[in-house]
């Protein structure tokens, strides 16, 4: 979608390795979120942010971490990767909340 | 808490038939509530939004959906189903007005297109 990118797309890894995640916006909103979708779950929020330096926790945060350094970066980490986090995962944005969300495209994520 | 239900993993209409998705929530303040489409190995585009001003709300592609409050429902149609509308669909609730802790979804239905 225009206006927010994520990267990479596809990524291949393997349990126990520490992989990032990066969501890049160019809309200048406040909001950001990290979710993941699997199958018969929809999305589920991972993080979230609410301005520079300031993230709080979602459903499914365990295993996950975030930082927002500039308003439009926001980097989910996974510390150590394990299977269960083999997922699809959506960033998205909002410039004013309960009204409008643009997704990024996704990045899908293997864990082997 | 807020949450929603969407009835039916996958739903089967046949090529002009009417399409009915069916999305119940609960919010303990008043919702804004939305459809999003995604079609296959695509990101989410939203198809429509109820932001607590008109209770018919229209979308893209031919979609519309009312807000009942009393049934606590956001049923989603289509009058005349279309081959490309063979997705998945999703249902989702946020907080009116406030609150940064973004959207809840429904698990999805997959709409098929017979033809």
């Known amino acids: 979608d225009a206006g927010i990118t994520q990267s990479p797309r596809h990524k291949v890894t393997e349990t126990g390795t520490p992989v990032t995640l990066r969501c890049h916006q160019t809309?200048?909103?406040?909001?950001m979120y990290w979710y993941r979708q699997d199958p018969g779950h929809g999305l589920r929020l991972i993080h979230y942010?609410?301005?520079?330096?300031?993230?709080d926790k979602g459903e499914v945060s365990d295993g996950y971490s975030v930082s927002r350094s500039k308003t439009e970066d926001f980097l989910l980490t996974l510390e150590s990767a394990t299977s269960s986090q083999t997922s699809v995962y959506f960033c998205?944005?909002?410039?004013?909340?309960?009204?409008?969300?643009?997704f990024g495209s996704g990045t899908r994520l293997t864990v082997v | 808490a807020q949450s929603v239900t969407q009835l039916g993993s996958h739903v089967s209409v046949s090529e002009g038939a009417l399409v009915l998705l069916r999305c119940n929530y609960s919010?303990?303040?008043?919702?804004?509530l939305f459809w999003y489409v995604q079609y296959p190995n695509q990101g989410l585009q939203l198809l429509l939004k109820?932001?607590?001003?008109?209770?018919l709300v229209k979308g893209i592609n031919g979609f519309e959906a009312e807000f009942k409050k009393s049934e606590t429902s956001f049923h989603l149609t289509k009058p005349s189903a279309h081959m490309s509308d063979a997705a998945e669909y999703f249902c989702?609730?946020?907080?009116?007005?406030?609150?940064?802790?973004?959207?809840?979804f429904g698990k999805g239905t997959h709409l098929i297109i017979q033809p």
């Open positions: 998205a944005i909002s410039e004013t909340t309960g009204v409008g969300y643009t």
């Open positions: 809309e200048n909103h406040r909001y």
């Open positions: 942010s609410y301005g520079v330096k300031d993230t």
């Open positions: 919010s303990s303040v008043p919702p804004y």
């Open positions: 109820y932001t607590s001003a008109a209770t």
């Open positions: 989702a609730v946020s907080e009116g007005g406030g609150g940064a802790d973004g959207l809840t």
